[in-house]
């Protein structure tokens, strides 16, 4: 299986590498030429959890560098989510016959790519693995993570299965016959814990010792679940039961709010605590100077739109 990693950031790094060193033929894409410059004499190298593995040669070339003769059964997006939306239609053309896209960002992504590309080219996905750039070619891996993946439409596949397997060579993955309500378990913590400790710049202990903290936590939660069971979601239990015990569809959470704190923050230790890549330039308040929207808007939005809907 011919193989394409577009974003070699702190996830996308990490993959590539033990990819690289599982022997499996990958090429690498960056934003432009520079970037993969600097990477092809850099090469890649990784540390932490799992073991150190360096790649000291490696395949890179700019996105727009890639012509038509480059072909790819699997192509998988590793760009911040505002970046996998640009960039998923140029390299659409690089798929082989029956090749596919992995998008493995959080929140809505690989929808709005499977309804604007076609539902038979796009893969759903989503990453529990923590890994952070410490400069370009060097990342420091987090956790024992692993990526799910799944069918859009649910269900098994054969080709969930092949790509599970080849990818299960380099890291952890699993399959899910049901992705779209993993990606929305996840979106939930991804609106209530994250992107609060992102706003706040606050780990979530900081911030859930204050009463206010709680508060925005408690709500936020109960907004983004009421979205998910409104528009019919199966929710699909992570870490923890992503539905609070005795919790009712379009009530309101009441009582000791300190179980349900416990469980997300077991998920939150389990997946982000040690890790840093989603805490402050991927907020609103970060410093780029382009117009798109920030990863935690674009990720978040969708629970916004789908509430309107």
């Not at 590539?16 to 499996?24: M, P, V």
């Not at 929808?111 to 539902?119: I, K, N, Q, T, W």
């Not at 994250?194 to 710049?201: H, I, N, V």
């Not at 990720?299 to 809907?309: P, R």
Request: aromatic share 4%; with cysteine.
């Amino acid at each position: 299986m011919q193989m394409l990693i577009v974003g070699i950031g702190a996830l996308g790094g990490t993959i590539a590498a033990r990819a690289l060193r599982a022997g499996l033929p990958v090429r690498l894409a960056a934003r432009n030429t520079e970037s993969a410059e600097v990477l092809r004499r850099s090469g890649l190298r990784v540390s932490g959890i799992g073991g150190e593995v360096r790649a000291d040669v490696i395949d890179i070339a700019a996105v727009e560098d890639y012509g038509k003769g480059d072909q790819f059964d699997l192509i998988l997006l590793a760009t911040k989510a505002q970046d996998t939306l640009e960039v998923a239609p140029r390299v659409l053309r690089l798929l082989a016959p029956g090749g596919v896209m992995l998008a493995i960002q959080n929140g809505g992504v690989a929808r709005v790519l499977a309804d604007g590309l076609g539902e038979d080219r796009i893969l759903g996905g989503f990453s529990n693995l923590g890994a952070t750039m410490v400069e370009p070619g060097v990342y420091e891996q987090k956790n024992a993570g692993h990526l799910v993946i799944g069918e859009l439409a649910g269900g098994v596949s054969e080709r969930i299965d092949r790509v599970a397997r080849t990818l299960g060579r380099a890291i952890e993955v699993k399959a899910s016959s049901n992705i779209t309500g993993a990606i929305w378990s996840k979106l939930l913590i991804n609106c209530s814990v994250t992107t609060l400790g992102a706003l706040c710049s606050q780990t979530m202990r900081q911030y859930m010792e204050t009463e206010a903290g709680k508060k925005v936590f408690r709500r936020t939660y109960e907004e983004a679940l009421s979205v998910a069971l409104a528009i019919g979601t199966q929710l699909e239990r992570l870490a923890v039961d992503p539905i609070p015990p005795g919790w009712r569809f379009h009530q309101r959470l009441c009582g000791d709010v300190r179980p349900r704190v416990r469980s997300a923050g077991t998920y939150e230790r389990h997946n982000y605590r040690p890790c840093t890549p989603n805490r402050t330039w991927s907020s609103p308040a970060d410093t780029r100077t382009d117009e798109r929207p920030c990863c935690s808007n674009l990720v978040n939005g969708a629970t916004v739109f789908d509430g309107q809907l």
